[in-house]
């Protein structure tokens, strides 16, 4: 199960004084596996900042941000040992994603996948593995992993669910 997550969204009166909108869980959820998935906290298109929306992230859970916009979320790797290694598995946990295309089936770990975003990544809690093509390194809480387009994997090595923090900003060229 995914750890529960508080969001506090703010807004603004028509009188222009600041107060709470909503706050508790994001609905946002997308539980790929056990201990494994997705919290969509907010997003935004191309269309910039929308101050006037009450919730950014009522959208599909789709792995990639918007075109031109970008996804800031919390996800959480299952435990170690947990059988998360499922090539099968993954290849439908990506098509659940909307990111079949993204997932690259023949990696070195079978969740390998790349999007066309530069991915700002915050390791919260455990100790996790971030596998590339060519190298790994393991992330302790508060390492911070700057994703530029690149093959990637993560994989958790610690006995508890790991969850990391990510701000997604779409870089799709269009012609």
């Given amino acids: 199960m995914l750890k529960t997550i508080r969001r506090i969204v703010t807004t603004n009166t028509a009188d222009g004084r600041s107060r709470i909108l909503s706050d508790g869980p994001s609905p946002h959820v997308l539980e790929s596996a056990p201990s494994r998935g997705l919290i969509d906290m907010w997003a935004m298109t191309a269309h910039g900042p929308d101050t006037e929306t009450p919730d950014g992230a009522e ?23 947990s059988g998360d290694g499922d090539r099968v598995l993954s290849a439908s946990v990506f098509e659940r994603m909307g990111a079949a295309d993204a997932h690259d089936a023949g990696g070195r770990h079978p969740n390998m996948h790349c999007t066309r975003s530069i991915d700002y990544i915050v390791l919260l809690s455990g100790r996790v593995k971030l596998i590339l093509d060519e190298d790994e390194t393991i992330l302790e809480p ?3 992993v700057i994703q530029r387009e690149t093959n990637h994997a993560w994989e958790n090595l610690s006995d508890h669910p790991a969850q990391l923090i990510a701000v997604l900003i779409d870089t799709s060229r269009t012609a």
Avoid: M, S, Y
């Fill in 59 to 81: 959208r599909p859970i789709v792995l990639a941000p918007a075109a031109g916009g970008n996804t800031f979320r919390i996800f959480q790797l299952p435990p170690a040992g």
């Fill in 142 to 144: 508060f390492d911070v």
